[in-house]
């Protein structure tokens, strides 16, 4: 019985190596990605800034100071640059609240994993 037991063991304790492992990697996965998505968002400010605007949680908007107003080639330049911060900010906006779904689901499904191993350790 003893020997059966320990057979049970070692094989629940493959099993949440394994449940581990997998674990890590999706973690580490998601890790990189927000990585990449913190990058991109420097990157997006930084060109943001470079051309006169701002980013704020509604998004790009110009910074302080009247740009192009007397000069009609630099106010269409200046709507030009907004335009396409704009795009970007949504893009990432959209792919930042993507790899936040991912990483909770990730996360839910590691602590159910784990859960259904230690119920599977507790019964024996």
Do not use: H, K
């Not at 997006?44 to 009609?72: F, Q």
């Not at 990483?103 to 859960?115: N, S």
């Amino acid at each position: 019985a003893a020997r059966r037991r320990g057979d049970r063991l070692a094989g629940a304790a493959e099993i949440v190596a394994d449940r581990l492992a997998a674990t890590a990697a999706g973690l580490r996965d998601r890790a990189v990605l927000l990585a990449d998505l913190a990058d991109a968002w420097r990157r997006l400010e930084e060109e943001a800034g470079a051309v006169g605007l701002v980013l704020d949680e509604a998004g790009p908007r110009p910074g302080p100071g009247i740009r192009g107003e007397a000069d009609p080639v630099g106010a269409a330049l200046a709507e030009a640059d907004l335009a396409a911060v704009r795009t970007r900010w949504r893009a990432l906006v959209l792919t930042s609240d993507g790899a936040e779904t991912r990483l909770v689901a990730t996360l839910d499904e590691a602590r159910r994993g784990l859960a259904a191993v230690a119920a599977a350790l507790r019964a024996g």
